[in-house]
């Protein structure tokens, strides 16, 4: 078991960006199920499912409100609406979880119970430890605190705020899953002890909709994996702080495009194919 967190490089991110071969199609390169969104945020679908597309998968999956899809398929057309087979799953970005529906609830506790890898976001994260399929959680610290509270374990925000690495391995430990905790230095780590470290190379990303885009990227990655983590779950831990380094690279490179100035959700999104292909390249 580790001890100390490690810094995750480029070397690392390398290792864990897939390029289509000669004999892939649209199932074997990944097929991601997406039910994010909702009417008071169909922003945060389409940046998430712009940003899946953007990483690289064979086919993506939106399951939403008849509204949210319009949107979904008005930025993404080449997304399929509605259920199907997958190998993972996104689930939560942009949904209040005081406010599902019996319908959305629905949706939920079936992508849950097809058992493939799921990674939890926003008003999903209640549902963690719920299920038994390899799981991810992408809390920011509030929602850290939120989760870790309904579990009736005592934590502030300042708290956690002071020590966000020991919480998330609390967290982990508690729920059973692995855990990205987002922030200006994004914590990655796992039950078994994992712990990765992920720096911001620019704090451009402190913008609405960047933790949806994030989501995005992280479930492209699980998708495209899904052979390796069906032989080694821990693999979770290593595709979401490639992730988060692409994430930031992305955010970084959309910067510079623009002088170093700010930046937008979608700008990001949109820079995420550059920093693959330069992974590929090395």
Known sequence: MATEWRTWTVDDARRWIRA????????????????????????AAVLGVEAVHRTGV???RYVGPRIVRRAVLDRRPETVAG????????LGSGIDPTRRSFMLLGDLQHALADGVPVVLDSGALDLAGTHTAPTVITPHLRELVRVLNTREIDA????VRAAPGDWARRAADELGVAVLLKGATTYICDPSGDLRTVVAPTH???????????????????????????ANAESLTDLAATAAWVHGEAAARASAAHDGGPVTALDIAEAVPSIVGGLLAR
């Open 20 to 43: 289509p071969e000669a004999d892939d199609d649209k199932y074997s390169r990944g097929v991601l199920g997406v039910v994010t969104g909702s009417l008071e945020y169909p922003g």
């Open 58 to 60: 064979g086919l993506v």
């Open 83 to 90: 259920r199907g087979r997958v190998q993972a799953w996104l």
């Open 156 to 159: 502030s925000l300042d708290e």
């Open 204 to 230: 451009w990303l402190a913008t609405a909709g960047t933790g949806d885009v994030l989501g995005g990227i992280l479930g492209a990655l699980v998708a495209t994996h899904h052979h390796e983590l069906a």
